[in-house]
């Protein structure tokens, strides 16, 4: 007997709703594919039953009010549910530990709790991020213990997530999706359910562990450019260039068959994926006897990006005879990207904690990001508006590049602050005018690599 795919009208159940999950079963659910969405949590379960989204991605609560009581979208904490699904995808959480070992108990819990009720021709697609080798050897064996074969009675495939927070929902809807099968059945099944469910292209690679691979390489590369680009600042600013001269002219040269592309500098690099992913790579591979130099350099880089930005402002306010420990700092931003609400591992954390180490008073502002969590993790309540957030701040430290801010009313805001004032740029990149604007005004402006 061997595995046969037959999904016409699929019915789907995604396990782990969290971020990665919640995002990819309300999309599905919106373009008419039945979803139940299964996570041990039922406080966040009791949540989405009201038609409600604690996770702060942009359109996602609004998009899980609109199909509040619909029966495309259902919440249920009892693994039951994925008996009478065709589809079975996982989302779980996967971290590290501090050697860069995954840890797998929560991918170990539900394989456990599918294979109790495991049926044939079922398909299960893995999206957590994991280790190379993870689908094959720990996965599958697992699901293989309800008396089940991979690629003979039902089919196992991972398909890596590769959402960036803050455009989830428009890239579950455009973006190409990677596909390795535990055989060809299971790849034939998995892109054919991908390419219907979300009309987007799909690219099958050889096996599970290619598309392993795929994914963490992805997130390596993106973590080590944007710590060449930190260090491309360091170095402009060491020369009394910007930085962004430096990126734009260099980003025009032809590359093979692309260009040079050097990211964007910043305070520092958060997230649940770039400050782990690498780190899985690095100790997957030490584990097979390969020494990866490039990932330890890169997360160090990264890693300094707080320290550097809270000397770099410091040194501006001596600079204004301004001494750090009498300064105030107003920080503007306080989530680890734009344009989102999500804290998760923000290095604007670090760069409070070193303000307020050498005795800088630090207030707090952020329209998007949930007051209590951002008390929680800081120990400042924020501000509830900019106005209270500046009032004599000697230094406005724009730390996340929100769209509110790119649109501050600069003449407005030298009423309120301290006469010697320091526009710290550490995500907006505001344009030449702009500065020069700031600096007619008699603010001091000062970027990262600028």
Same mark, same amino acid.
């Given at each position: 007997?061997?595995?046969?795919? $037959?999904?016409?009208?699929?019915?789907?159940?995604?396990?782990?709703?969290?971020?990665?999950?919640?995002?990819?079963?309300?999309?599905?659910?919106?373009?008419?594919? =039945?979803?139940?969405?299964? @996570?041990?949590?039922?406080? *966040?379960?009791?949540?989405?039953?009201?038609?409600?989204?604690? +996770?702060?991605?942009?359109?996602?609560?609004?998009?899980?009010?609109?199909?509040?009581?619909?029966?495309?979208?259902?919440?249920?904490?009892?693994?039951?549910?994925?008996? @009478?699904?065709?589809?079975?995808?996982?989302?779980?959480?996967?971290?590290?530990?501090?050697?860069?070992?995954?840890?797998?108990?929560?991918?170990?819990? !539900? &394989?456990?709790?599918?294979?109790?009720?495991?049926?044939?021709?079922?398909?299960?697609?893995?999206?957590?991020?994991?280790?190379?080798?993870?689908?094959?050897?720990?996965?599958?064996?697992?699901?293989?213990?309800?008396?089940?074969?991979?690629?003979?009675?039902? /089919?196992?495939?991972?398909?890596?997530?590769?959402?960036?927070?803050?455009?989830?929902?428009?890239?579950? $809807?455009?973006?190409?999706?990677?596909?390795?099968?535990?055989?060809?059945?299971?790849?034939?099944?998995?892109?054919?359910?991908?390419?219907?469910?979300?009309? !987007? =292209?799909?690219?099958?690679?050889?096996?599970?562990?290619?598309?392993?691979?795929?994914? *963490?390489?992805?997130?390596?590369?993106?973590?080590?450019?944007?710590? +060449?680009?930190?260090?491309?600042?360091?170095?402009?600013?060491?020369?009394?260039?910007?930085?962004?001269?430096?990126?734009?002219?260099?980003?025009?040269?032809?590359?093979?068959?692309?260009?040079?592309?050097?990211? *964007?500098?910043?305070?520092?690099?958060?997230?649940? &994926?770039?400050?782990?992913?690498?780190?899985?790579?690095?100790?997957?591979?030490?584990?097979?006897?390969?020494?990866?130099?490039?990932?330890?350099?890169?997360?160090?880089?990264?890693?300094?990006?707080?320290?550097?930005? $809270?000397?770099?402002?410091?040194?501006?306010?001596?600079?204004?005879?301004?001494?750090?420990?009498?300064?105030?700092?107003?920080?503007?931003?306080?989530?680890?990207?734009?344009?989102?609400?999500?804290?998760?591992?923000?290095?604007?954390?670090?760069?409070?904690?070193?303000?307020?180490?050498?005795?800088?008073?630090?207030?707090?502002? @952020?329209?998007?990001?949930?007051?209590?969590?951002?008390?929680?993790?800081?120990?400042?309540? =924020?501000?509830?508006?900019?106005?209270?957030?500046?009032?004599?701040?000697?230094?406005?430290?724009?730390?996340?590049?929100?769209?509110?801010?790119?649109? +501050?009313?600069?003449?407005?805001?030298?009423?309120? !602050?301290?006469?010697?004032?320091?526009?710290? @740029?550490?995500?907006?990149?505001?344009?030449?005018?702009?500065?020069?604007?700031?600096?007619?005004?008699?603010?001091?402006?000062?970027?990262? /690599?600028?």
């Amino acid at each position: 007997m061997r595995f046969i795919p $037959r999904f016409r009208h699929p019915r789907i159940a995604v396990v782990g709703f969290g971020y990665v999950g919640s995002c990819l079963g309300v999309t599905l659910a919106e373009l008419g594919r =039945p979803v139940v969405a299964i @996570d041990k949590d039922g406080v *966040l379960i009791d949540e989405l039953r009201a038609g409600r989204c604690p +996770i702060p991605e942009p359109g996602l609560s609004e998009a899980v009010a609109r199909l509040h009581g619909s029966e495309l979208l259902t919440f249920t904490t009892d693994h039951d549910a994925v008996r @009478d699904a065709d589809i079975v995808i996982i989302t779980v959480g996967t971290p590290v530990d501090e050697h860069g070992t995954l840890l797998t108990d929560a991918l170990e819990q !539900v &394989c456990g709790q599918l294979a109790a009720r495991l049926r044939r021709e079922q398909l299960v697609i893995l999206k957590s991020t994991v280790s190379p080798g993870t689908t094959r050897t720990l996965v599958a064996p697992l699901l293989e213990r309800s008396g089940l074969r991979v690629e003979h009675d039902f /089919g196992l495939a991972f398909t890596p997530e590769r959402l960036a927070e803050g455009s989830a929902l428009a890239q579950l $809807r455009t973006l190409p999706i990677v596909v390795g099968g535990c055989g060809p059945d299971s790849a034939a099944a998995a892109e054919q359910f991908w390419a219907q469910a979300l009309e !987007v =292209p799909t690219q099958t690679v050889p096996t599970p562990e290619t598309a392993e691979v795929v994914k *963490l390489a992805t997130n390596w590369w993106i973590d080590a450019n944007i710590a +060449i680009a930190n260090e491309v600042a360091r170095l402009s600013a060491a020369f009394d260039v910007d930085v962004l001269d430096v990126i734009g002219a260099a980003n025009q040269l032809p590359k093979g068959e692309r260009h040079v592309n050097i990211l *964007l500098p910043s305070i520092g690099v958060g997230g649940s &994926c770039l400050v782990k992913d690498p780190w899985m790579v690095w100790r997957a591979a030490r584990d097979r006897g390969v020494d990866l130099r490039t990932i330890p350099v890169a997360r160090q880089v990264n890693e300094a990006m707080p320290g550097h930005s $809270r000397q770099v402002i410091s040194d501006e306010l001596l600079k204004l005879n301004v001494s750090p420990a009498a300064a105030k700092v107003a920080v503007l931003g306080v989530t680890f990207k734009n344009d989102t609400g999500d804290l998760r591992n923000t290095p604007v954390k670090g760069v409070v904690d070193a303000l307020l180490a050498a005795g800088t008073t630090v207030t707090l502002f @952020d329209p998007l990001a949930d007051p209590d969590a951002v008390h929680d993790m800081f120990g400042i309540r =924020p501000e509830s508006t900019l106005e209270a957030a500046v009032d004599g701040a000697h230094c406005v430290a724009i730390l996340a590049g929100h769209r509110q801010f790119r649109e +501050i009313d600069f003449a407005a805001l030298c009423t309120v !602050v301290a006469d010697q004032c320091l526009i710290f @740029d550490g995500r907006i990149y505001y344009p030449a005018d702009t500065i020069r604007r700031l600096h007619d005004l008699g603010l001091h402006y000062r970027g990262i /690599g600028r």
